[in-house]
């Protein structure tokens, strides 16, 4: 990864610039959680784990969480 990667702040994730119903909201969550994702994938497979089987798990683990919320007019449920 390049020094840029090296100095940013996967604990911090930007706010959104625009409500939920925005055009651009989705894509704009993509990039701020891409790092981070990729982050969390490189961490998990150097601590031994298979990188796709953890991508898998990540995304069972999202819908899981998501079928255990309630939803709310704040994220556009």
Known sequence: MGDAMNMMNFNVIPPPSGAATDLNYEADLKVALDAVLAD???RTEAAG???RKAAYTIMF???RNLADTKPSPENGA
């Open 61 to 63: 683990l999202a819908a």
């Open 49 to 51: 784990w298979d990188r």
């Open 40 to 42: 969390l994938l490189d």
